[in-house]
């Protein structure tokens, strides 16, 4: 896969649509906390069932930098999964820019898309500081700086973790797709129209097959308090109109899709809870995922709110029936 970063706007075309085919509808993700409970060798297990019933993609991430929760580094967490499976495309979702210099992270990145050709998606995000678009825009100037001189054969789509219009637009201008983070079907279609038809769009899908609504919503509450904490990786004041409405980067989005302030207290309202998450029987969180599909996502990824990895992977084979038949 090519990356529209390294040589323009034909390749981002081009990287997409070989990126679709091998994706298809539906991949995984789980949150880096998840995985450092979970020994090296269970995860390998876990992937395998994932690989064996269909799922396209595996993605996780990593915590910002000075985030009191602990994750396993992402590359180094990648490169066991790519390395139990045969067939998964692994996603780093994402790969934070504060973290490491774009010399580390391309360098990183084309040695695993060497070994594994066509088979790893780069999310970045993560820029932080007065200016985080300017600085993601830097960022990327010298990812491919380094990659026309260090490991230029090595190809891999990039994808930009993004809420807001700017950072939506700097992505269909520099990279190949985005990665929306805990958003409901509204903003997929908000943001297919932004990045245009070219572009991969990515979401990220919570769900729960716990039949009480109440158990199900008290789940993503806590989800939602977490990553409320801080601004969304990559988004921030100059990008996401921090003079009106104040709130992190995920609440405006919300607000921008047209829930209110009493939607946003205490873990969020029934109904916008209800719009993030799809819970209940497997038709429902099927039927869920596709409006996603039908918004102009390319990929969905599942997130089950379980307990542990074991758990997640048992629901997304409960789920897989439905999914992927």
């Not at 396209?56 to 915590?63: A, K, R």
């Not at 490991?151 to 990039?158: M, Q, S, T």
């Not at 158990?215 to 993503?220: F, K, T």
Request: zero cysteines; aromatic letters at 6%.
């Amino acid at each position: 896969m090519k990356s529209a970063g390294f040589d323009g706007v034909a390749d981002r075309w081009w990287t997409a649509e070989r990126a679709r085919a091998r994706l298809g509808p539906f991949g995984v993700w789980v949150a880096p906390a998840t995985l450092l409970a979970t020994p090296v060798a269970v995860i390998r297990a876990q992937l395998r069932r994932l690989e064996g019933v269909g799922y396209g993609s595996f993605w996780t991430g990593e915590p910002p930098a000075g985030a009191p929760a602990a994750g396993r580094e992402v590359f180094s967490q990648l490169a066991v999964a790519l390395a139990a499976t045969d067939r998964l495309v692994l996603g780093a979702g994402i790969a934070n820019v504060a973290a490491r210099v774009p010399s580390a992270t391309h360098t990183a990145a084309a040695t695993l898309a060497e070994a594994y050709p066509d088979r790893l998606v780069l999310g970045l995000g993560g820029a932080g500081g007065p200016r985080p678009l300017s600085a993601l825009r830097e960022y990327l100037d010298a990812l491919d700086a380094v990659a026309a001189r260090a490991l230029p054969g090595a190809r891999y789509p990039r994808v930009l973790a993004a809420l807001g219009p700017k950072a939506l637009r700097l992505a269909r201008e520099r990279v190949d797709g985005v990665h929306p983070f805990l958003q409901p079907v509204a903003h997929t279609a908000f943001a297919r129209r932004v990045v245009g038809e070219g572009p991969l769009v990515v979401p990220h899908l919570a769900v729960s097959l716990e039949p009480e609504p109440a158990l199900a919503r008290e789940a993503i509450r806590a989800v939602r308090r977490a990553s409320g904490s801080g601004p969304v990786p990559g988004e921030g004041g100059e990008n996401e109109m921090s003079g009106g409405d104040g709130g992190n980067a995920y609440d405006r989005s919300y607000r921008r899709l047209g829930f209110g302030d009493a939607d946003l207290v205490d873990g969020g309202s029934d109904a916008l809870v209800d719009a993030l998450l799809a819970h209940g029987e497997p038709l429902s969180v099927v039927t869920r995922a596709r409006e996603h599909l039908e918004a102009g996502a390319d990929h969905v990824l599942l997130h089950p709110l379980t307990a542990d990895l074991p758990s997640a992977v048992d629901d997304l084979e409960r789920l897989a029936p439905f999914l992927l038949a």
